[in-house]
């Protein structure tokens, strides 16, 4: 995510007595906190309208920031940051990402200081992932797996695919396939959408014993931003997108501005091209 291209709206110093600290003291008779955070959005709307519809009410983030970090004590200012920051994305629409920092004066520390304090940025990172099935109820499958995705409160689906049947993929002889791709947009981080869609997986009893085999459910993450890692639980982008017409056509539809991050190439680029010369598998 480029901040860059955002606007900002600047909350400082944020006053707020909370009992947060590893130190059963701290958890009773508390302490302030100072809290600083700066609002990644675009003002341009609210600037030509002069309408507050079209803005982030700052009053009442600090109002969602005070409760919040006024309420239940945790012993690390770090969760405190993390929850503070998620509310936030998820409560204010406009806001894209949040730089928070949570700022602890009174520390319980023996040597002069003037504070210690944690700083993190979060926001709504873009990403697109392909589903299939080829066992049983296979439109059932996937129809539960994208209702499964949108009551997940970090997740925003933003658009799905037609479905398309295709040949497998992969040498194993099986049933056609019912694909598709959907994008969206999320909070959790490229593993952690993993672990949700590996549960999605396991709900419509998905059973990984032949690769590329017969399955009731497919999920997997193809874009994830401008991410580029390679683990043994997760490559990014997908490194066998590029070769699977079953996979960019849909692509293509939900999400032909997306920039794949190897190649440096929009979506729809590729998939233009891979029609040209026709390197299906």
């Known amino acids: 995510m480029n901040l860059e291209q955002y606007d900002q709206i600047i909350i400082e110093d944020l006053e707020i007595y909370g009992y947060h600290g590893v130190f059963p003291e701290e958890n009773e008779k508390g ?17 030509t309208t002069d309408e507050l519809e079209h803005s982030t009410h700052y009053g009442i983030v600090c109002n969602v920031l005070h ?3 006024g309420g239940e004590p945790h ?3 770090e969760t405190v940051a993390e929850e503070a920051a998620r509310e936030v994305l998820l409560q204010f629409p406009l806001v894209r990402a949040i730089t928070l920092e949570v700022r602890k ?3 319980p520390i023996e040597h ?13 990172k873009t990403c697109s992932v392909a589903f299939g099935s080829n066992m049983g109820d296979s439109k059932g499958f996937v129809d539960q797996a994208i209702v499964a995705l949108r009551e997940i409160p970090d997740i925003r689906v933003l658009r799905v695919s037609d479905y398309i049947k295709s ?13 598709g791709a959907l994008l969206l947009e999320t909070l959790l981080t490229p593993q952690e959408l993993l672990e949700q869609l590996h549960r999605i997986e396991q709900h419509a009893h998905r059973e990984r014993t032949v690769r590329w085999g017969p399955r009731t459910l497919d999920l997997d993450i193809l874009i994830y931003d401008d991410v580029v890692m390679d683990t043994e639980e997760l490559t990014l982008p997908h490194k066998d997108m590029l070769n699977r017409d079953f996979v960019m056509k849909p692509l293509a539809q939900v999400a032909p501005g997306q920039i794949h991050p190897v190649e440096r190439k929009t979506i729809r680029q590729l998939w233009e091209a891979m029609k040209i010369t026709h390197v299906y598998s």
Do not use: C, H, M
């Not at 302490?31 to 341009?44: E, G, H, K, M, S």
């Not at 304090?117 to 709504?124: M, Q």
């Not at 040949?167 to 694909?179: A, H, I, R, S, T």
């Open 105 to 107: 004066p009174e520390a």
């Open 31 to 47: 302490q302030p906190f100072l809290v600083n955070a700066i609002l990644f959005t675009d003002t341009r709307r609210a600037g």
């Open 67 to 69: 409760d919040l970090i």
């Open 75 to 77: 012993k690390l200012i």
């Open 112 to 124: 002069p200081f003037r504070s210690v304090s944690v700083k993190i940025t979060r926001g709504w």
């Open 167 to 179: 040949k497998p993929y992969g040498g194993v002889e099986q049933e056609d396939f019912l694909n």
